[in-house]
């Protein structure tokens, strides 16, 4: 099974509030393979501001799915517009994605700017 030996990545989104989110990652490890995300968990959080509560969250139970194996190896979140009707302003954004061993190594984070539609 590979790990992940990623360094902090950042992704910086603009999304209108109040229509349907939808963001897919390619996960890859070092060499540029596609990486199997068998035995992986992910979250996906937003917040106003780091240190805050987050305003939203989505797991594999609900609105994040891992595709594991090796093809597509991808993340996808998907977040209904029902869920996504909040105030258009600047947030942050982070997934953590966690190892089968446990480990949650640094992932992807940035900020996550809802417009009005």
Same mark, same amino acid.
């Given at each position: ?9 950042? *992704?910086n ?12 990652l390619?996960c ?5 393979? *596609?990486?199997?995300?068998t035995?992986f968990?992910?979250?996906?959080? *937003?917040?106003r501001?780091k240190?805050?509560?987050?305003l939203?969250?989505a ?5 994040l799915t ?5 093809v597509?190896?991808q993340?996808? *979140? ?9 105030p258009?302003?600047?947030?942050a954004?982070?997934?953590t ?7 949650t ?7 996550w ?5």
């Open positions: 099974m590979a790990t992940l030996k990623l360094t902090s990545g950042q *992704l989104v603009t999304a209108e509030a109040g229509t349907t989110w939808r963001l897919a390619t890859r490890d070092e060499s540029g393979e *596609l990486l199997d995300l035995g968990a992910c979250v996906w959080s *937003l917040w501001s240190g805050a509560p987050p939203l969250t797991t594999t139970e609900d609105h891992l595709m594991p194996g090796k597509p190896a993340i996808a *979140l998907v977040i209904p517009a029902s869920v996504s009707k909040i258009a302003q600047g947030y954004h982070r997934f994605l966690t190892e089968p061993s446990g480990a190594p640094p992932f992807i984070a940035g900020s700017k809802v417009v009005s539609s």
